[in-house]
């Protein structure tokens, strides 16, 4: 089924880096990554970012994304207030579960300037990131899974801009990386579609030491 030029666009701007939710500002301990040396160049660095997209991203995120995509349009807030619990619970780090509340809120005022009845949906959650995202995804039209690919790609800029940052590295393989990414994205968003809510899951050891550690980690550029 095609997408109408509307929702497309709206899918578009809520992928923009330029979108005022602070997206920049964090980099999900890629950040941390580097410094412990398992992120250096454009390979390892590229292949340390589609690990997350595919073993946390996929599992977690975009399984709620999806998830709450579809309980937003009908309408189903028991639905949308267990998905946006789970989120919490699930953040392995004191930075993550700032970082996603943080969004959350940013998302939410934005949300408040586009649609005025934004507040009244929202009455008494402040929601994570990904379920204000779903919120905005559906008030523009969009199914679940053009919903998540649209944040799956939105979050891929993202951390690719940390990585050309934090690496450092230049344009042209951060645009390498991005197309790794957007090749990638595809197959983790189907892998998020098919994932039942007894599935998901946020199991990633790894990320959780590494965001912790950065918490304190001596010189840093990102809140994550």
């Known amino acids: 089924m095609s997408i109408s030029s509307p929702t497309l666009l709206g899918l578009i701007w809520l992928a923009s880096p330029a979108l005022p939710v602070g997206g920049f500002s964090y980099s999900e301990a890629l950040e941390a990554a580097v410094d412990a040396q398992l ?26 994304v999806a998830e709450a995509v579809a ?18 619970c699930t953040r392995e780090s004191a930075e993550f579960v700032l970082q996603t509340e943080q969004m959350g809120r940013s998302m939410l005022e934005w949300l408040k300037l586009q649609h005025g009845d934004a507040a009244a949906a929202f009455a008494g959650l402040t929601p994570c990131y990904p379920v204000a995202f779903a919120f905005a995804a559906a008030r523009a039209g969009a199914a679940p899974r053009e919903a998540c690919l649209a944040f799956a790609f939105g979050w891929a800029e993202n951390m690719v801009a940390a990585a050309v940052k934090a690496v450092p590295l230049g344009q042209s393989a951060g645009q390498r990386m991005l197309q790794r990414l957007a090749q990638a994205i595809p197959a983790a968003v189907e892998q998020a579609l098919a994932t039942p809510a007894e599935a998901r899951q946020a199991f990633s050891p790894m990320l959780a030491i590494l965001s912790a550690q950065h918490e304190t980690q ?7």
């Not at 160049?41 to 991203?57: I, N, T």
């Open 218 to 224: 001596y010189s840093r550029l990102f809140r994550s």
């Open 39 to 64: 992120a250096n160049g454009e390979q390892q660095a590229g292949d340390w970012l589609l690990a997350q997209l595919q073993l946390s991203q996929a599992r977690s995120d975009l399984a709620v």
């Open 71 to 88: 309980a937003w349009h009908t309408g189903d807030r028991d639905r949308v207030q267990a998905l946006d619990a789970w989120l919490r």
